[in-house]
């Protein structure tokens, strides 16, 4: 149950779990981030490049939710920095993005480093609740993700 308290606002319940959850994972983001000397926005785009490989600025643009000049001084850096390839087209927002090996490996360190920050957090679950909690987590996202959908497309 959502409530006010004087001036506060503050969620209840699973949703007042799910955002101290979420500040959790970007308190890890951040901390991976600033171990491999990106920002948070850089490693959130390396990331995106690692998991569609030959996405294009366009596209990188939108799943950032930066504005397009943000993006372009974020993939400048990440190319000089030699993480990622820009392979240009005849249109800038065209141009193909892929993890250089450099990129391959700082990722790959990064994820893993996040994947065990996970594991440890979760070891107090034995494994069926373990499964549970993963199921859940995966259908409440796929549900608000269709939810956003329907309503970007107009649909009350």
């Known amino acids: 149950m959502y409530r006010l308290l004087g001036d506060n ?7 007042f779990s799910a955002q101290v959850f979420l ?10 981030a600033a171990e491999a ?3 948070d926005h ?4 390396l990331a995106r490049v690692a998991e569609s490989s030959g996405l294009d600025l366009a596209a990188l643009v939108e799943v950032v939710e930066l504005e397009p000049t943000a993006v372009m001084a974020i993939v400048d850096e990440l190319e000089s920095r030699g993480l990622v390839a ?15 090996p450099a ?22 679950l034995d494994a069926e609740r373990r499964l549970g909690f993963e199921s ?4 409440m996202a796929r549900k ?9 497309a107009g649909e009350a």
């Open 9 to 15: 606002h503050a969620l209840d319940g699973l949703a």
């Open 23 to 32: 500040r959790a994972l970007d308190g890890v983001r951040t901390r991976l």
């Open 37 to 39: 000397g990106l920002t």
């Open 42 to 45: 850089e490693l959130g785009a």
């Open 86 to 100: 820009v392979t240009a087209a005849d249109d800038d927002a065209a141009a193909s993005l892929t993890l250089t």
């Open 103 to 124: 990129g391959h490996d700082l990722i790959g360190a990064t994820y893993e480093s996040f994947q065990r920050s996970i594991n440890e957090a979760a070891d107090s």
């Open 136 to 139: 859940g987590m995966l259908r």
């Open 144 to 152: 608000l993700d269709a939810e956003s959908e329907r309503l970007a």
